[in-house]
Every structure is written in C-alpha cells, then in structure tokens.
C-alpha cells in the first residue's frame, strides 16, 4: 500500500547483488519513454559489473528500498580527469507510485554527503526540457540552469532541448 500511509524508507549503498532489482527498477523507468534518452536499461549483467567495479572515491549508488524493494535509485560520477575532479554527474530516478514522498529529495541530500566528503564541489545533471517534475525538484534544492542544448532529442517527428543544470556545494 502506498497512498495515505507513512512510508519506511531505507537508503543505502546499492551492491552487486542488488543488479536485478536494480534492473527492474529502470525497466519501468525507461518504459514510461520521457524522462532518459535510451530505450531499455543495461542488461543485469552489466549492471552488476557496474556494481562490482566501484571506485569509492569517484563513484556512488544508492538506492532507496521500501518494505526491501528498490523504488528509487541516484548515481553521482567524478571526473577522473584532475582539473574536473571537483565535479560529479548526477542521475536519479524514483518508481512511478512512489514519486512525491520525499525519496528524490532524501536520495540527494543523502549523495550532498557523500560528495562532500569526497572534496566534490558541484553536481551536474542532464534534464529534458519537458522534465518539469524534476526541474521542480532540482529547482528547489538549489541547482540552476546553466545551457541548453537545443533540439538536442529527437523523438519521432518531435524535437526536445537538453538542459544542463549544476549546484554548488
Ligand atoms: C524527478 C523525480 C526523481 C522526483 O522524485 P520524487 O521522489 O517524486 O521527488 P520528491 O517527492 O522528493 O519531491 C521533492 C520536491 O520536488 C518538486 N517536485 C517533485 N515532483 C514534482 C512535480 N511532478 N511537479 C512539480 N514539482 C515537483 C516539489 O517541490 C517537491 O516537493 P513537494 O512534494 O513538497 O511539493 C521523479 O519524478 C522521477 O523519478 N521521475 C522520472 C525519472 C526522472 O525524471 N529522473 C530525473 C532525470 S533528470
């Protein structure tokens, strides 16, 4: 049951062992065809060769289970290259029954931690334009936009700019 009670939610590291939830999790995502660019998720496998290889000074995923089940997920990645190391690319995505309970809020204030720690400065994302549930998100925890990338998505015979937006920490 989702609507009207309070929901328990854990957020934590996700582990190799977490790829075929985490798999799930972005089939749905990735089905409601508005929020990525692709089409389909990686496979499991590839997901948890993700999982495996880790760097924990430059890479992050959490997950945000409910009652155990993976509802939503944020990955954060550091540039390796030193003169970009401050900055880290983020990508967060919460279950369509579970969005608007706080989760994409927890998941960031949770990897701001994180990033913190790790001497990371700003946190730079993609977001379609027509994304205006995650702006809104973003919006009010403190990222601004900083480009537009015109028509930069094609879908069909419709086109969509791509908006960069970053925070500092
Ligand atoms: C964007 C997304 C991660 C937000 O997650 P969420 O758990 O629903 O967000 P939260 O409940 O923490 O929302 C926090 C605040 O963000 C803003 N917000 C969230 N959804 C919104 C919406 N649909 N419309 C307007 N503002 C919204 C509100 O200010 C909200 O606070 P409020 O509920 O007190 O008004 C979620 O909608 C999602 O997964 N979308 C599909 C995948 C996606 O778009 N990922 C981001 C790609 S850049």
């Not at 999982?51 to 944020?74: F, Q, R, T």
């Not at 960031?108 to 998100?137: C, D, H, I, P």
């Not at 925890?141 to 086109?159: M, P, S």
């Given at each position: 049951?989702?609507?009207?009670?309070?929901?328990?939610?854990?957020?934590?590291?996700?582990?190799?062992?977490?790829?075929?939830?985490?798999?799930?999790l972005?089939?749905?995502?990735?089905?409601e065809?508005?929020?990525?660019?692709?089409?389909?998720?990686?496979?499991?496998?590839?997901?948890?060769?993700?999982?495996l290889?880790?760097?924990?000074?430059?890479?992050?995923?959490?997950?945000?289970?409910?009652?155990?089940?993976?509802?939503?997920?944020?990955?954060?990645?550091?540039y390796?290259?030193?003169?970009?190391?401050?900055?880290a690319?983020?990508t967060?995505?919460?279950?369509?029954?579970?969005?608007?309970?706080?989760?994409?809020?927890?998941?960031?204030?949770?990897?701001?931690?994180?990033a913190?720690?790790?001497?990371?400065?700003?946190?730079?994302?993609?977001v379609?334009?027509?994304?205006?549930?995650?702006?809104?998100?973003?919006?009010?925890?403190?990222?601004?936009?900083?480009?537009?990338?015109?028509?930069?998505?094609?879908?069909?015979?419709?086109?969509?700019?791509?908006?960069?937006?970053?925070?500092?920490?």
């Amino acid at each position: 049951m989702v609507g009207g009670t309070a929901l328990r939610i854990l957020v934590r590291a996700l582990y190799p062992e977490d790829a075929a939830a985490w798999h799930h999790l972005q089939l749905g995502i990735y089905r409601e065809q508005q929020w990525f660019v692709g089409d389909t998720p990686p496979p499991v496998e590839a997901l948890s060769r993700k999982l495996l290889a880790v760097d924990a000074s430059h890479d992050l995923y959490l997950g945000a289970l409910a009652g155990g089940v993976l509802v939503g997920w944020l990955e954060l990645h550091r540039y390796t290259t030193p003169r970009l190391s401050h900055v880290a690319v983020l990508t967060l995505a919460v279950a369509l029954p579970y969005r608007r309970r706080g989760l994409g809020r927890r998941l960031l204030q949770e990897a701001y931690r994180w990033a913190r720690r790790a001497g990371v400065e700003k946190l730079q994302l993609n977001v379609r334009a027509a994304n205006l549930a995650a702006q809104g998100l973003y919006q009010t925890e403190g990222f601004v936009q900083e480009g537009c990338e015109a028509r930069q998505i094609r879908q069909g015979d419709r086109y969509e700019d791509n908006l960069l937006m970053a925070k500092f920490l």
